[in-house]
């Protein structure tokens, strides 16, 4: 059986929503940030050395990372499902992606975090993540084109993942104007996977109505 260990609001949710589109069963097990500081509990570092969410048990084995989580599910229980055609032309551009959104694309992201937590806001710094994450999310909005998913008219994996790095930009005030990406978001968020994963794993902040 597997167990996800699954911390609130984090991107631990994406991987609970993977779940619920693939129909597999798991145990959930949820913690809590601290109200003040954000941080995920004591019993998260005792779990895993990163001290992170998402971590995965599957019959004892722990793995942590969203995106090796999610590239480990769908090669063992995906069954073909949420992804592309392995041998078709559109496999390079699926792993891209996934792998966009834990690195890359989350980035600017996460030095305009830490210039807010350390009161550099609008510093040169903060004012170059500002410019490359409107960067990431130009390229998701080129990716997207006139298409419903990155994957043109197939759901994927990577819809879940990227959908983490508009979230975010929107929850550090530099979501942009980009209709493209929310009319993407709107669709994402009708899935009845994804009210499933809230329903099981929890009041979501970063999914605002948009």
């Known amino acids: 059986?597997?167990?996800?260990?699954?911390?609130?609001?984090?991107?631990?949710?994406?991987?609970?929503?993977?779940l619920e589109e693939l129909e597999q069963p798991y145990e959930l097990v949820n913690y809590q940030r601290d109200p003040v500081t954000l941080m995920g509990p004591p019993a998260l570092k005792a779990?895993?050395?990163?001290?992170?969410?998402?971590?995965l048990d599957d019959d004892g084995k722990l793995l942590s990372e969203s995106g090796a989580i999610t590239q480990y599910l769908l090669a063992r229980y995906g069954g073909g499902r949420l992804a592309p055609d392995p041998e078709g032309p559109d496999h390079l551009r699926f792993l891209e992606c996934l792998y966009f959104a834990v690195s890359a694309g989350?980035?600017?992201?996460?030095?305009?975090?830490?210039?807010?937590?350390?009161k550099l806001s609008g510093s040169a710094m903060d004012v170059a993540a500002t410019a490359e994450l409107e960067c990431a999310l130009n390229y998701i909005e080129t990716l997207l084109g006139q298409d419903d998913w990155l994957m043109g008219d197939l759901f994927t994996a990577s819809d879940i993942?990227?959908?983490?790095?508009p979230e975010l930009a929107r929850a550090v005030g530099a979501a942009g104007d980009h209709p493209v990406i929310e009319a993407w978001q709107r669709?994402?968020?009708?899935?009845?996977?994804?009210?499933?994963?809230?329903?099981?794993?929890?009041?979501?902040?970063?999914?605002?109505p948009v």
């Open 1 to 18: 059986m597997l167990t996800l260990h699954h911390l609130n609001n984090s991107r631990s949710q994406k991987i609970v929503w993977l």
């Open 47 to 55: 779990l895993h050395p990163l001290g992170k969410s998402p971590v």
């Open 106 to 118: 989350m980035n600017p992201i996460m030095i305009k975090v830490y210039a807010s937590a350390f």
């Open 187 to 208: 669709r994402l968020y009708a899935r009845p996977g994804f009210h499933r994963a809230i329903a099981r794993g929890g009041a979501y902040a970063y999914a605002e």
């Open 161 to 165: 993942q990227m959908s983490f790095i």
